[in-house]
């Protein structure tokens, strides 16, 4: 479990805790003593600490935002309070159909009470996240899952990339006959973003201070695979990534004659 606080201006702060599962992170947007909530996570025991920081920077929280639908993007712990918790209007249809089934992604162990909370965002059909601070504009695509949404911090020249653009995991396109096509574009959506960005949150993994490493680092994978390629990549070698590799290889082969545009 550890913290960092990788913007310390005077008004805006944003703080990145980074949990023990799968390196996930979540962030705070911190300014004039109110906070946004980007994708809490992840044990009960770690959103606790994430309430035990806020109370502790005196910060009230006036909204959350889940960056997709998956279960460990769309929890959240009573402490939070009650502020609007927002997602893409694709990505809260996709978590209000898949809330049965969280207690079990979940698992057994894991509080009711916090199983109850999980998964009930709202649909925010706006470009921005509402709220009094800094501009928090969104970037809307559907790699990975559907309406995956990026944060864009202007004024800190921050990325909050959801589950794109890790150091510790693949691209992990979602299933479906346009899986590898969708994320092609999800980077050419994003490339102007992350050109501008001096930082990159990740939703898996460590903060960049180089983002255009992370984004040529997915965009050179991705057309390896769609070429027929053998993609030149550390991350092959971490846990998970070779069945994820094996997968994305499958459906490359299977979509080969899609057309998809490499050059973006």
């Known amino acids: 479990m550890s913290w960092r ?34 994708d809490p996570s992840w044990d009960p025991d770690e ?5 035990d920081r806020l ?4 910060l009230t929280v006036v909204a959350g ?13 009573p402490r939070f309070g009650s502020a609007p918790r927002w997602a893409s209007p694709a990505a809260a249809d996709r978590s209000r159909r898949d809330r049965p089934g969280l207690a079990v992604a979940l698992g057994p162990d894991f509080p009711p009470e916090l199983v109850a909370l999980a998964g009930d965002v709202r649909a925010l059909d706006a470009d921005r996240i509402p709220w009094d601070g800094p501009e928090l504009r969104l970037v809307t695509h559907r790699a990975h899952s559907p309406g995956h949404t990026a944060v864009w911090l202007p004024d800190a020249r921050v990325l909050l990339a ?23 574009h999800a980077l050419t959506l994003l490339h102007p973003y992350v050109r501008r960005a001096a ?10 201070d180089a983002p255009m490493d992370r984004w040529a680092a997915d965009r050179n994978y991705l057309t390896a695979v769609l070429t027929g390629a053998d993609p030149v990549d550390p991350r092959l070698t971490l846990p998970g990534m070779s069945e994820v590799h094996r997968d994305t290889v499958r459906q490359a082969s299977a979509h080969l004659d899609d057309g998809l545009d490499l050059d973006g």
């Open 199 to 208: 930082l990159l949150v990740p939703g898996h993994g460590t903060v960049s």
């Open 162 to 184: 959801g589950d794109m653009l890790s150091d510790v995991e693949l691209p992990l396109p979602d299933q479906g006959p346009h899986a590898l096509a969708d994320h092609e």
């Open 65 to 77: 935002f889940a960056t997709h639908a998956h279960h460990d993007h769309v929890l959240w712990h």
């Open 55 to 58: 109370e502790a920077e005196r």
């Open 5 to 38: 606080e990788v913007v310390t201006g005077p008004d805006l702060r944003v703080l990145v805790r980074t949990a023990r599962r799968d390196r996930t992170t979540a962030t705070v947007i911190a300014w004039a003593g109110r906070a946004v909530l980007v």
């Open 47 to 51: 959103l606790a600490d994430i309430a």
